[in-house]
Structures are given as structure tokens and as C-alpha cells.
């Protein structure tokens, strides 16, 4: 028998997806390569990083490297990649701000990679969201960057590109953990769900943001739940990062180290898999 064909789905979730990276640990010390990864929002940068050739101990160490304090992401942004202010901030109307997806993933991506999907040394599928159409989107060619930056944009927070003319939106919003789309041809369906769920709210009048925020998690859990029922991976990991928040992207560390026991979880899951089909 040929190698097992391992498909492989990463979820979004803001800052609770870096804990895709030790999800990604146990392929490495495994020594086995997906045949296939499928990333949505924070799913679709880290599978893009690791589809292009970076080991999930690199992105560790990025991670905590520029991510362990506000002063390192600081220095990293405006001094090693000499960004400005104004290349990731936009004024898009009256008293609304937005992030730039594709400087923001510019930023998080090393130079190095590659700059096309077709190019990744994994074949990946990145998930946006056509908003004028209001359907899904699955690029598979074309600018890493751009696709990424379209995966990732929160409405109202994030500003995509536009691609063929059409606005995109986070791809969340229509398959917030892509397992479909690395079912063909696989021995074994990998799924990895770090959407999470509203956090408890602190005040009775929760804040715009905090509605906005909570109710596309709701959505996302509908949607990811609907999908799994009608056809399920064969492995579904959600990591015990719920405790988190989605913009909590300066804790790394505990985030890693919350992912922990799931890392485990997979690493047993996988290997009962494979000797099964061995």
C-alpha cells in the first residue's frame, strides 16, 4: 500500500487559530505531510505558512518571537519590516477604521514564501467569501497574500481585496472549517475547529463589538455543526482554547500551551488511523 493520503482542514477563530500551529506539530513529529490543506480566516494564513515549506517549530517560534509582547509586535512591524501607521490603518468614512488584510498578511507571512497557491509545496485551498455573490469562494491559484487577506477580512474590522472585481469577505461566513474541500481522494479526513463560542459577557450592555463578534461565532458554530452532521471527518480536533479571546493575539504561549492536551488527542487519533489502513 501507497502512503496514506492525509486531507486536512483548518478552521478560523482569531487568535484562538494559533493553535493550529501545534495541531500542525504532530504531522511534523510524525513525519507525515497532508496531502492537502484547506484553511479559513487565521486557518487559511497558518495553512498557507505551512503549505509553503515552514515547520510548525518555525511558526512556534515566530509566533512567540513577535507575538509574546506588544512591544516586540511593535518593533517587529514598524522597525524589522519598517511598516507606517498608515499603510495598515484606513480611514474608510466618518469615525470608521479599518486593518488592511493584504499589510496585515504581508506582515505575518516571511518574504521567503512562496508568492502563488500553485506554488505551495502542498496543494491548499484557501476559503473566502464572495459577498456579491453570496456564495462561497475556493481560490486555489493566484496571490497567496491577496487570497489570505480575503480569507481573513471581518466585516466592519478588516478590509479583503477585491478579486475579480467582487468584494470578499472572511470565509467564515460560508464554511467556517473547510473539511469538504480535502475530502476527494483521501484515506483520512483531518479537521481542525478553533472557532470557538461567545465569551461570557462581563457588563449587562454589551458593546457593539462584543454583539458583532459573539453573533458571527454563533453563526460559525451553526454552520460548522450542520456540516459535520451530514458528513463528518473521520478526525475532528477542537482545541481547548475557548477560553480565549479572538483578538487575544499577545498570548501565544498560553494559547499553546491551553492546545496542549488536544495536540495529544490528534497525535493518538492519527497514529490509531494509520495503522489501521497500514
Known amino acids: 500500500m501507497g502512503e496514506t493520503k492525509i486531507g486536512l482542514a483548518l478552521g478560523g477563530g482569531g487568535a484562538r487559530g494559533l493553535a493550529h500551529i501545534p495541531m500542525l506539530e504532530v504531522f511534523d513529529e510524525l513525519g507525515v505531510k497532508p496531502a492537502i490543506i484547506a484553511g479559513c480566516s487565521m486557518g487559511a494564513l497558518i495553512g498557507a505558512a505551512y503549505a509553503c515549506g515552514m515547520t510548525a517549530k518555525e511558526m512556534r517560534l515566530q509566533a512567540e518571537k513577535i507575538l509574546g509582547n506588544r512591544m516586540g509586535a511593535a518593533r517587529y512591524v ?3 519590516r519598517g511598516s507606517k501607521i498608515r499603510d495598515i490603518v484606513s480611514l474608510q468614512g466618518l469615525l470608521s477604521l479599518h486593518l488592511q488584510g493584504e499589510k496585515l498578511v504581508e506582515l505575518a507571512l516571511p518574504d521567503t514564501l512562496s508568492k502563488n497557491i500553485e506554488e505551495a509545496v502542498i496543494p491548499l485551498r484557501i476559503i473566502a467569501t464572495d459577498f456579491e455573490r453570496m456564495e462561497e469562494r475556493v481560490l486555489s491559484q493566484g496571490s497567496i497574500i491577496q487570497a489570505v487577506a480575503a480569507s481573513i477580512a471581518i466585516p466592519g474590522v478588516i478590509v479583503g481585496p477585491r478579486i475579480e472585481g467582487h468584494i470578499h469577505v472572511d470565509g467564515g461566513v460560508t464554511n467556517p472549517v473547510p473539511f469538504n474541500h480535502v475530502r476527494e481522494g ?4 483531518v ?3 478553533v472557532t470557538g463560542k461567545p465569551k461570557a459577557l462581563a457588563r449587562a450592555h454589551p458593546s457593539n463589538m462584543e454583539l458583532a463578534v459573539g453573533s458571527m461565532l454563533i453563526m460559525f458554530n451553526q454552520l ?4 459535520r452532521a451530514v458528513s463528518p471527518p473521520d478526525i475532528y480536533i477542537r482545541p ?3 477560553g480565549f479571546g479572538s483578538r487575544e493575539f499577545f498570548k501565544p504561549r498560553e494559547i499553546f500551551e491551553a492546545a496542549a492536551s488536544s495536540k495529544d488527542k490528534l497525535k493518538r487519533a492519527l497514529e490509531l488511523r494509520m495503522n489501521r489502513i497500514a
Open 191 to 193: 479537521a481542525i475547529d
Open 186 to 189: 483521501m484515506d483520512i479526513v
Open 78 to 80: 514598524f522597525g524589522t
Open 240 to 242: 481547548e482554547v475557548e
Open 224 to 227: 460548522a455543526d450542520l456540516r
